[in-house]
């Protein structure tokens, strides 16, 4: 079984950083995308940030410059460097893969969550 776990989520204040993290644990054959959602509280779920295995990267146009999104295949993990966070970057944000697991077909799956709240 596919699980995606997060962490590096928090409070922080206006201008400053945060790197999110998620590893992909399971046994998995192989991982074609992961990335970063978002939801803030009354709005629908939003794409921050997405990286295929071949590293090409798509950024939400509100994060770009702003955002990084990385991954380190040997660890199945992803990252989302955050740079001069504003208000609306608060939200929760959820970790995503499209994943091929040892056993069963390819699927998406989704981290718990971690809460961004970017306050002064």
């Known amino acids: 079984q596919v699980q995606l776990v997060e962490s590096g989520g928090g409070l922080v204040q206006p201008g400053d950083s945060l790197r999110l993290s998620c590893a992909a644990s399971?046994?998995?054959?192989?991982?074609?995308?992961m990335g970063w959602y978002r939801q803030a509280p009354g709005k629908q779920r939003e794409l921050v940030a997405l990286?295929?295995?071949?590293?090409?990267?798509n950024y939400a146009d509100s994060v770009k410059g702003r955002f990084t999104i990385s991954r380190d295949n040997a660890k199945n993990t992803v990252y989302l460097q955050m740079n001069t966070l504003k208000p609306e970057d608060t939200a929760v944000y959820y970790c995503?893969?499209?994943?091929?697991?040892?056993?069963?077909?390819?699927?998406?799956?989704w981290g718990q969550g971690t809460q961004v709240t970017v306050s002064s």
């Open positions: 399971g046994i998995i054959l192989s991982i074609y995308a």
């Open positions: 990286i295929t295995r071949e590293d090409s990267t």
């Open positions: 995503y893969g499209d994943i091929t697991p040892q056993y069963g077909g390819a699927g998406h799956y």
